[in-house]
């Protein structure tokens, strides 16, 4: 039963256009989310986060939109770089304990970004 | 550099097997957590230490069992290894308990064989 859902496992999108990365969850208990960045051979890098109480927060060509009645958000980068190329990590964490994992990040399966020249 | 560190990169055994895995956290943080990735998968969490005490349990198998030593340093402890257990193992660190912001380290790639 995944609680975080990325349903799109890859996306191209061409140099200096908008990419757009979806992420779903079930859990309503959740209440801060983030975005992580992996290139291969390495450990996932924290991008970008919000918290339940906001529904956007943007840091220069990355901003991350949370709409709570839906249960979904999204992370936007603009303009797309090629060096954006990486497997993006929607996850999410509760402050309140649910089943003993409390404040536990839970991930969804990444969705490969590729950003052509 | 994220400042977490594990050792070591690769590894290769057999079914059957023991191993295990070492994480140091970022200077300062008191929370490690152990996620495995295996193929076409997110990152599972696993367990939670935060200042040498267990504090979340995730998806950990009875064959796996973990540690945080005094100096915060974690140990993650793989036996009876089956050909299933082959995947990437990443440790993370925070300063405090909650699971926001944590920092990976680049990951243990087991493979048994």
């Known amino acids: 039963d995944q609680q975080v859902k990325q349903n799109s496992p890859s996306l191209s999108v061409q140099e200096g256009r908008i990419s757009i990365l979806n992420c779903d969850y079930t859990n309503s208990m959740f209440d801060y989310f983030l975005w992580y960045k992996k290139y291969p051979a390495e450990g996932p890098t924290f991008l970008i986060s919000?918290?339940?109480?906001?529904d956007k927060n943007e840091d220069g060509r990355f901003t991350v939109f949370l709409n709570k009645s839906a249960k979904h958000l999204s992370l936007h980068i603009v303009p797309s770089q090629p060096g954006d190329s990486a497997v993006y990590f929607c996850a999410a964490s509760a402050m309140w304990d649910y089943g003993g994992s409390q404040g536990n990040l839970i991930f969804g399966k990444g969705t490969k970004l590729s950003v052509k020249p | 550099d994220s400042g977490v560190t594990q050792t070591p990169k690769h590894l290769i055994t057999a079914t059957g097997q023991r191993v295990t895995l070492r994480c140091s956290p970022r200077s300062g943080d008191l929370s490690v957590y152990w996620y495995q990735q295996s193929l076409d998968q997110g990152l599972q969490f696993l367990i939670q230490?935060?200042?040498?005490?267990?504090?979340a349990k995730g998806n950990i198998l009875e064959r796996f069992s973990a540690q945080q030593f005094p100096d915060l340093h974690s140990e993650l402890n793989l036996s009876s290894l089956e050909l299933g257990d082959s995947a990437l193992y990443f440790c993370a660190s925070s300063a405090g308990t909650s699971g926001n912001e944590q920092f990976f380290g680049p990951g243990t790639r087991l493979t048994v064989l």
């Open positions: 919000i918290s339940s109480i906001k």
């Open positions: 230490y935060y200042n040498g005490e267990e504090r």
